[in-house]
């Protein structure tokens, strides 16, 4: 192995140093990095660095002095190309400010708009839930008075059985008083054929035996009727209590009838009113929610128009500051290229950054 091929090879660009790659073969040897590694803002080669680097340290070798007036003029030239970049960012910064801003103010209406949409929701929702509390108690007010219909129904069924076994215990007496006025006539007509059978009781004995034992019959026949009479005046009697107590019942069913009526008509009142009162609040929380809906967008289509012209004015500006910046740069570098002309010239180290 010869000593050239056992020495370490670096980069010899001064500010690299990197370990190079062994040669292989005879062919020539790199002096410089060949894996594409770059530097400063030009994105120099090692080989490009090292040869500008050369040509900075032989202007600076000379002895010739910087000309004045070539230095002012390069200065101008830097001037009229920083002025427009100011100019730019202070446009920028005043723009961020002004977005900066605009955002703030268009989130504080979005969540006040939020906000209030959230209470309208709560609103609606005490409304529906007083809503369905009254539907609750509309249906059971109803409930009630099905309920007392349906007792009412049953009382005035009772009543109407009643009223007809008081009736046909009426029409019972007055059969049996019809009756007992039949055998109190027949009675009467014995007791006359008796008294005319008396008068010809001697004529007629026999046929007094026979009125006498149609006389006990007819007796044991009025016994027989009037017994029915009490027993159906009894009848009669057991029949109106019974009517009166199912024409309470049917009083006290009408009155818890009409106590359920009453409660479902204030039921339904509050209901009505509940619901009309839950309209009123939606129709006004929605007309303030679109109301506020409409300041919002246009607001932010005011926005928008103002940031649509802010930004055309900055795009103008921008290219008119492109445009000075492009005429700035082709006059800098006509200037380097006068620079670089003149013998021996040596610049600061600013200036030749600057210009780099």
């Known amino acids: 192995m010869t000593e050239e091929a056992g020495q370490l090879r670096v980069c010899e660009y001064r500010r690299c140093g990197a370990p190079l790659p062994p040669a292989v073969g005879r062919g020539s040897r790199a002096r410089f990095c060949q894996d594409g590694k770059t ?12 040869a500008v680097l050369s040509d900075a340290e032989s202007l600076r070798e000379t002895d010739t ?37 605009t955002t703030a103010t268009a989130l504080a209406e979005r969540d006040a ?58 029409h ?91 409660e479902l008509t204030k039921a339904a009142t509050a209901r009505q009113a509940a619901q009309e009162q839950a309209h009123v609040d939606a129709d006004r929380l929605r007309a303030r929610f679109d109301e506020r809906l409409a300041e919002l967008q246009a607001t932010h289509e005011q926005t928008v128009r103002s940031m649509h012209e802010t930004t055309t004015n900055l795009g103008a500006d921008l290219r008119t500051s492109v445009g000075r910046a492009d005429n700035a740069e082709r006059a800098l570098t006509r200037a380097l290229a006068v620079l670089r002309e003149v013998p021996g010239l040596e610049l600061p180290e600013d200036v030749a950054a600057m210009l780099k």
Do not use: F, Y
Not at 150 to 165: C, L, N, T, V, Y
Not at 176 to 183: I, N, R
């Open 39 to 50: 530097w400063g803002r030009r994105n120099l080669s090692c080989r490009d660095a090292e």
């Open 65 to 101: 002095e910087l000309d004045d007036t070539a230095v002012t003029a390069l200065a101008g030239q830097v001037d009229r190309v920083l002025e427009p970049a100011r100019g730019l960012v202070e446009t920028l910064t005043t723009l961020r400010h002004q977005l900066e801003a």
């Open 113 to 170: 708009a939020v906000a209030e949409a959230d209470e309208h929701r709560r609103q609606r929702g005490l409304a529906e839930a007083d809503a369905a509390q009254a539907r609750e108690i509309a249906r059971e007010a109803t409930a009630s008075a099905e309920a007392g219909e349906k007792e009412k129904s049953a009382a005035i069924r009772e009543r109407d059985a009643a009223r007809g076994a008081q009736r046909e215990a009426l």
């Open 172 to 262: 019972e007496q007055q059969r049996a008083e019809g009756q007992l006025s039949a055998v109190r006539d027949e009675l009467t007509r014995v007791a006359e054929r008796a008294d005319a059978a008396v008068a010809l009781a001697g004529e007629r004995a026999g046929t007094i035996a026979t009125l006498t034992a149609e006389l006990a019959a007819a007796r044991a026949a009025l016994d027989e009727e009037r017994g029915r009479g009490q027993a159906a005046e009894s009848r009669a009697e057991a029949m109106a209590v019974r009517v009166e107590a199912a024409e309470s019942r049917a009083d006290a069913a009408t009155s818890r009838l009409d106590a359920a009526h009453e």
